[in-house]
């Protein structure tokens, strides 16, 4: 018991020490550097950050509208519209589907002109004209309280198909897909229920939507739902869409479907040949989430950007391979990555961490 608990003791000891001295180890040996001049000033941000600023605030207002606070939903919507940040036509739509559902159908046929006139290219306009449409004959009409209950019901009624028959119910839940009254939240559901469909029809459902069906929205979740059918077809599809696709949102959630389907071979693929250095680091992060650690090693020797290089290190880490990334550690010349790979082995309650940290601490006896 007393060995035990010393042992305990020097390892917990090895870990603080290190903290502390990460960098002097890795340094140990190096000439001095001389003084170097100040850092000039950080530039601005990229726009891709305004772009995920616009991302965050639509998943925001979609969650008002599955709460039905229609009113915050179309405020929300519309300050992403308002900014053109990311997916501001979809935001345009779903503005114009809370106003419509408010009794404002004016506004929220202003709302659909604006779509159309602004974004005259965006897979929203099918669904843009069909809410148009249905928001023209309800016109003037108020708001109905029961069909907040009926979204409710046909909630309760597709999650009990998705138990018992999903098969019959087939033509059902295509027309609840198709309908402008209905939400995002219901026709998800929809969506997820004939992910679990056997039969071909709703399989064919599934992959229509997910090379883009219907609105872009949906084309994303039935996109990582090919990922949960899980067969050669829907990997198949994935792969195919991921090498024609130029939409990033699409291919995200692609490389999403690969690690649900936890498809290690194209994730490994695309963390290749993927220009886009912002789909290479996803493709890197899915890939260990998949499983996929001895490629990960693999790919870090031939790896030239240090952001995939921390990418790699990162899914080494959170995977808890510790060997793999003592192994790297011992073989980089480059201080940076080196002291990297370091500092994500201090976190580890491993006997290969531990030894390889006791190691550096005697280098400089």
Same mark, same amino acid.
């Given at each position: ?202 399989? !064919?459902?599934?992959?229509?939507? #997910? @090379?883009?069906? *219907? +609105?872009? =929205? /949906?084309?994303?979740? $039935?996109?990582?739902? &090919? %990922? ?36 290690? !071979?194209?994730?490994?693929?695309? #963390? @290749?040949?993927? *220009? +886009?250095? =912002? /789909?290479?680091?996803? $493709?890197?992060?899915? &890939? %260990? ?77």
């Amino acid at each position: 018991m007393i060995s035990v608990t010393f042992f305990e003791l020097t390892r917990r000891t090895v870990r603080i020490c290190l903290t502390g001295m990460t960098l002097a180890l890795i340094s140990f040996g190096q000439p001095a550097q001389p003084p170097q001049p100040p850092a000039p000033a950080p530039p601005p941000p990229p726009p891709a950050k305004v772009a995920w600023a616009g991302r965050d605030s639509y998943e925001r207002a979609a969650r008002e509208l599955d709460r039905k606070q229609y009113e915050r939903a179309a405020e929300m919507f519309g300050q992403v519209a308002e900014r053109k940040a990311a997916r501001a036509d979809g935001a345009l739509y779903w503005k114009a589907y809370a106003l419509s559902r408010l009794g404002r159908s004016t506004e929220a046929l202003a709302s659909l002109a604006d779509l159309e006139k602004t974004y005259p290219k965006s897979g929203w306009l099918n669904d843009a004209r069909a809410l148009a449409v249905e928001t023209k004959q309800a016109a003037g009409q108020p708001p109905r309280p029961e069909s907040e209950e009926d979204e409710e019901l046909k909630l309760i009624a597709i999650n009990g198909l998705m138990h018992s028959d999903p098969e019959s119910a087939v033509p059902m839940l295509e027309k609840v897909l198709n309908s402008p009254k209905n939400g995002p939240r219901l026709k998800k559901r929809a969506l997820f229920v004939l992910a679990q469909g056997r039969s071909p029809r709703s399989r !064919e459902i599934v992959t229509s939507y #997910a @090379k883009g069906g *219907s +609105n872009p =929205d /949906l084309q994303a979740t $039935a996109v990582e739902y &090919l %990922g949960v059918l899980n067969t050669p077809e829907s990997r198949q599809a994935l792969a195919d869409l991921y090498s024609t696709s130029t939409d990033l949102t699409v291919k995200r959630a692609v490389l999403r479907g690969f690690m649900i389907g936890r498809d290690k !071979e194209r994730l490994l693929m695309a #963390a @290749k040949s993927e *220009s +886009n250095p =912002d /789909l290479r680091r996803e $493709a890197l992060h899915m &890939l %260990g989430a998949s499983g996929g650690h001895a490629e990960l090693a693999q790919l870090y020797p031939g790896e030239t950007d240090k952001n995939a290089k921390r990418a790699i290190l990162d899914g080494l880490a959170a995977s808890r391979k510790a060997d793999l990334l003592v192994e790297i550690a011992r073989k980089e010349t480059d201080r940076e990555l080196k002291r990297a790979a370091v500092e994500r082995l201090t976190g580890m309650n491993s006997k290969e961490a531990t030894a390889y940290l006791v190691e550096l601490l005697g280098k400089d006896e």
